[in-house]
């Protein structure tokens, strides 16, 4: 896929929201950088989990109960015979010169192998979340974001960051998602989610924007 992001667009925007803002320019910025960088992670390839497993061919989960609490609990994946994730290990093997897996070992690698497709979209996902970390702390409380579900802090090294805007002549931020590990695929899958996720922030500017002066021509008798 091709993607064309237009800053400038985005640029001209920003400035029409902060005239009919009354908070400072800086705090705009930083405001509408963490906006950008929560829209870009809702955006991020924005496959369901579950909706990867179906697709490689998981049919629902076993069943378990909590020995504590009797609660039950989601047990092991169920995949159907001759499931899509089975089909692409043995492609892979035989791609590879490598012969074929059947049976429980068959299993076991197309198990893996739906893991590994599910984190990675959490991966790409999560690497938006150090900038959203990083620039709540430099907005009003009443402007941060919820932490969205499903994606832990986590130990690991962050996979991105954010530089707040400090001056308030010629405020900039900054936000960097690197999970893409030097991979085309998984850029472009963060470059569009950053594309549409600047589509949102100026929507949601463009409504302020429109909502603020219709109140201020209603106050003049338009």
Known sequence: MSLTINSAEFSRTLRRYAKVNKRSFREIVNKKALDLAFH??????????????????????????????GALRKGKRILKEDSFAAR???????????ALVWGKELERQAQKLINQRV????FL??????????????????????????????KAAPKGYAVAARSELKPSALVVNSATKNNRTAQKKIEAGLGLGMAAAMADMTTYINRKLGRDWRKAGF
């Not at 290990?89 to 010169?97: F, H, P």
Request: proline letters at 4%.
């Open 40 to 69: 870009a992670l809702k955006a991020t390839d924005a496959a369901d989990p579950a909706q990867i497993e179906y697709k490689l061919g998981a049919i629902g989960n076993k069943v378990g109960r909590n020995r504590k609490t």
């Open 119 to 122: 984190r990675a979209v959490r």
């Open 125 to 154: 996902k999560a690497g938006w979340l150090p900038a959203i970390k990083s620039l709540s702390f430099k907005v009003d409380r009443r402007d941060r974001v919820r932490w969205p579900k499903g994606l832990t802090k986590g």
């Open 88 to 98: 692409i290990v043995n492609s892979r093997r035989r791609k590879a010169g490598k």
